[in-house]
């Protein structure tokens, strides 16, 4: 299946400070990605979505001024955590569509990234 | 998108077929079923999509019901390696529609 990567696969910043996570399609050109946020034993939820070269489309709830992405190319999307506080810690995940296919298109997930703010 | 009933658990020994069902009663004439899996601490994994036809993979096959209400993920020789949360999500087609997860069936296999 194609590859999706996310960098960095863990990190920790200090409370206040903002981080920011790359998605990356290695080998499809992807026009969306999706990023998604996930606790502990519960299940992944979407947080946005996001077509190159326009704004993101926010879920519910989902704080626009606080999780910037931007999907400037075709093959990344960055989401950036700003102002990071303990309760962002989170597992977060990017996923790409990859479009062209004939029977029902395919999204690939990256690997997730760690988020710890202490 | 329709919604999706699954199990929350199920186990098996390890070479034997594993089944995992999924119930998608309201299901529309043009939403997929998609199966993917999540091994803890892992981005999930595709596994296998289809229409209304039976599909095939080096990973799994599906089995679809003639009505398109319910549809069963057969892993054909569980290993270890298989034990991971697997979730069944119906969608259309197209870029932005969205992959909504419940919260999947834990299947675990057993030495």
């Known amino acids: 299946g194609a590859v999706v990567s996310q960098h960095p696969s863990r990190v920790i910043c200090k409370s206040g400070t903002s981080v920011k996570i790359e998605c990356r399609s290695l080998d499809f050109q992807a026009t969306t990605m999706f990023w998604y946020r996930q606790f502990p034993k519960q299940s992944l939820m979407l947080m946005a979505t996001s077509n190159e070269g326009s704004k993101a489309t926010y879920e519910q709830g989902v704080e626009k001024d606080k999780f910037l992405i931007n999907h400037a190319s075709l093959t990344l999307s960055t989401l950036t955590v700003t102002s990071a506080h303990p309760e962002d810690s989170s597992f977060y995940i990017c996923s790409a569509f990859q479009p062209g296919q004939s029977t029902g298109n395919t999204i690939y997930f990256g690997e997730g990234s760690w988020l710890t703010v202490v | 998108d329709a919604k999706t009933t699954q199990p929350p658990s199920m186990d098996c020994a390890e070479g034997r077929a594993a089944n995992l069902p999924c119930n998608h009663s309201?299901?529309?004439?043009?939403?997929?079923v998609y199966w993917y899996r999540q091994i803890h601490s892992q981005g999930p994994q595709y596994i296998i999509h289809?229409?209304?036809n039976n599909e095939t993979n080096e990973m799994a096959s599906l089995i679809i019901t003639e009505d398109r209400k319910s549809s069963t993920l057969i892993l054909p020789h569980a290993t270890l390696r298989d034990t991971a949360v697997y979730y069944c999500i119906v969608k259309v087609a197209g870029a932005n529609s969205k992959l909504t997860f419940g919260k999947g069936i834990t299947l675990s296999v057993r030495p």
């Open positions: 289809g229409l209304k």
């Open positions: 309201t299901i529309s004439g043009n939403e997929y």
